[in-house]
Every structure is written in structure tokens, then in C-alpha cells.
């Protein structure tokens, strides 16, 4: 079983900056493909950023040119840099993973228990 701990989550300002990590235990981590996710209330769950297992990556139109997404895998982590934050960011945000291809087309997915990023003034 793949296991998936994020953390970096919190309350930030529009314009800020914040990095959201997510550590794997339990897998081959350098086969997986991973990718971030993001929910918010009363809305559908929606891929923001995803990376293979070699490190191509796929943005969300909302997101590109402010989040990053990245890999260390002699660390078993992937991150999330998100800057120029707005308030339409704000979401419980996901990390999951795959040993698919592409987590963007991946039937089956592992699932983090979510991270709480909230943007406002």
C-alpha cells in the first residue's frame, strides 16, 4: 500500500506564497507518477499539477505560470510550489499517485488525507 502524508497547507495572503510537500512510504516511489489535486466546497475535484515517473509534467490552465510541480526521489517527495496566489486557490488541496503512466488518466489512485490552503485578505 502506497501511504501519503501532505503538509504545507495554511492561510496566506493574495499575491503570497506557500509550498505544499507530500511524502510517500510504503512504494517504489521512483515508478510512481504523482500529481496534486484540489477541492473546494461544493465543487468537483480537479487535477492542478501532476508529474511521471520521468518527470514530465501537466498544469491546469488556472495554475500555469504560478504553480510548480516537483520530485526528489531520494527524498520519496513531491511538492507543490504555488505562488501568486489568489483567492479562487483557496481548497483542500490532495496529493496522489499512481503506478499508471500519467496520474491525469490513471483509473487507480492512492489519496492523501488533504491539506487546507485558504487565500484572503
Known amino acids: 500500500q502506497v501511504q501519503l502524508v501532505e503538509s504545507g497547507g495554511g492561510s496566506v495572503q493574495p499575491g503570497g506564497s506557500l509550498r505544499l510537500s507530500c511524502a510517500a512510504s510504503?512504494?517504489?516511489?521512483?515508478?510512481?507518477?504523482m500529481g496534486w489535486y484540489r477541492q473546494a466546497p461544493g465543487k468537483q475535484r480537479e487535477l492542478v499539477a501532476g508529474?511521471?515517473?520521468?518527470?514530465?509534467?501537466n498544469y491546469a490552465d488556472s495554475v500555469k505560470g504560478r504553480f510548480t510541480i516537483s520530485r526528489d526521489n531520494a527524498k520519496n517527495t513531491v511538492y507543490l510550489q504555488m505562488n501568486s496566489l489568489k483567492p479562487e486557490d483557496t481548497a483542500v488541496y490532495y496529493c496522489?499517485?499512481?503506478?499508471?503512466?500519467?496520474?491525469?488518466?490513471?483509473?487507480?489512485?492512492?489519496w492523501g488525507q488533504g491539506t487546507q490552503i485558504t487565500v484572503s485578505s
Open positions: 510504503g512504494s517504489f516511489f521512483r515508478h510512481l507518477a
Open positions: 508529474i511521471t515517473s520521468g518527470e514530465g509534467s
Open positions: 496522489s499517485a499512481t503506478y499508471a503512466l500519467n496520474i491525469a488518466t490513471a483509473t487507480n489512485k492512492y
